[in-house]
């Protein structure tokens, strides 16, 4: 069965600090679909990214990067110089092609706090 | 701007009366789904619907249904709520498609949410 960790539960940082979050998947499809979002105190689930399986290239957004790494499973978030309104809670998601199942696999979430 | 739309975003409910949470979305996708989320927990998928066809996951209690009328609006429907119903409902909407033998997964986009309350 697929499972998605985030280790991290809260982290607090300073702001313009960098700050990393880690994410671990399992799953046994070689076909899959590895996400992130940003829920805000607001509560909306804000979509960042989407890799899948076959596209390892690390991408860079701004100040987001994503580092995907097949071979350990790991698919982790990096956050450059952050800012207040980086503060939220990151959730990592996985869904899987090979079997048509489309629900989102969720991480429990790493609560963000950047500090002014 | 197209966009997932959720009403209301705050509803106050008493304990066994039967409450309805809607959805509507502008993005033409054919798929939408309804996940909970209690606190400080991650979302939780109740069950989707494929253009008309209902997906229920194994868990999703009966005591929680849906209505999908047309390819914009989708309905939650708990019909008897309890304590332990009080969460935020998400509405999410991707597109799907079928490319060479394996289904592709589009992204989901989740509307703002509606927060429950159950006296």
């Known amino acids: 069965a697929q499972k998605v960790t985030q280790a991290q539960t809260e982290i607090s940082v300073v702001e313009k600090e960098d700050v990393t979050l880690d994410c671990v998947y399992e799953t046994r499809d070689t076909t899959y679909y590895l996400f992130w979002y940003k829920q805000p105190p607001s509560g909306e689930l804000v979509f960042l990214i989407r890799r899948n399986s076959f596209d390892e290239q690390n991408e860079i957004s701004g100040r987001y990067s994503w580092n995907f790494q097949k071979s350990t499973s790991s698919f982790n978030f990096t956050i450059t110089a952050s800012q207040v309104v980086d503060s939220a809670v990151y959730f990592c998601a996985l869904s899987e092609g090979d079997t048509g199942r489309r629900a989102l696999t969720f991480g429990s979430g790493t609560r963000l706090q950047v500090q002014p | 701007d197209a966009m997932v739309i959720q009403n209301p975003r705050y509803q106050v409910t008493q304990f066994g009366k039967p409450v309805t949470l809607s959805c509507s979305q502008t993005?033409?996708?054919?798929?939408m789904y309804w996940y909970q989320q209690k606190s400080s927990q991650a979302p939780k998928l109740l069950f989707h619907y494929y253009d008309k066809d209902f997906n229920n996951e194994a868990d999703t209690p009966d005591n929680f249904q849906s209505r999908r009328p047309n390819t914009s609006f989708c309905f939650l429907d708990i019909r008897s709520p309890g304590l332990g119903d009080a969460a935020m409902y998400l509405c999410a909407t991707s597109r799907d498609s079928v490319r060479l033998n394996y289904l592709s997964t589009d992204t989901q986009y989740f509307g703002p949410g509606t927060r429950l309350t159950v006296l």
């Open positions: 993005l033409n996708h054919n798929v």
